[in-house]
């Protein structure tokens, strides 16, 4: 097993501000590179390459290409994205050290949890190194095969759009809907808060993408695109379930 001590972030420094600290905090040697500029030249040394690229998969194929052909042969390659781990890996010649990386930070406690995602041949060494350098900054993992959305954003988009079904449907409120799960469940924010939160527009988007793969039971409800339709997405927008006040 490789110890990962010099670590590559591609990605906005806005986006990976967090996974950046989480690694620097432990110590860790943390290079964030634009996309856009020349990042091929400075991935010698790296032993993990992090891609933190929202949206266009192709985009994140051709990335992670050209670091294929750059990096040693030893640097493990890996991916924040929620699905199409195995589809990642196909567009470089490393599969069985390819990986991905999914980190969620707790907004009310200090804690991240690193969703530690399989491709179809990533090698249990390369996983077993990843588990060691969560470890080293304190992270808590889970380990899983390639899925859709993962195991935290399957399962929040799902409690969202059955919370927005039974809004559609008159069942209860919106304030009722967020009391009963906060009080009941101990959750830190009932569905529709967390809708706010994410975004209602990714929401749907992770919806739709399980939907194509998984199935109509994850198609997203009328109330979810309408809202997207009118902007209304949520904390970014100011309105969402719920009104915010904008800041400036």
Known sequence: MEEIGNIVILGTEEGVGNIQNLFARAG???????VEGDYTSKLAH????????????????????????????TTILATTASSGITELASATKRVHKFVGLNFTFNPFEDKCLVQITKGWQSS???????QALAGKVGAVTVELEDSPGLI???????????????????????????????????????PFEF????????????LETLSQQLGQQYLPCRLLRQMVTAGQLGKKTGIGFYTYEQEG
């Open 195 to 206: 809708a706010d939160t994410i975004g209602v527009d990714n929401v749907v988007a992770n």
């Open 46 to 73: 790296a032993d993990l390459v992090l891609e933190d690229i929202p949206g266009d998969v192709e985009l994140k194929k051709e990335v992670l290409r050209k670091c294929d052909k750059e990096a040693r042969p």
């Open 28 to 34: 860790l040697k943390v290079t964030t590179l634009n």
């Open 124 to 130: 249990e060494e390369t996983i077993q190194s990843c």
């Open 152 to 190: 935290l954003d399957r399962v929040l988009a799902t409690v969202i759009n059955e919370a927005a079904i039974m809004k559609m449907s008159k069942v209860a409120s919106i304030e009722d809907i967020d009391q009963v799960t906060r009080l009941c469940l101990n959750w830190p924010m009932g």
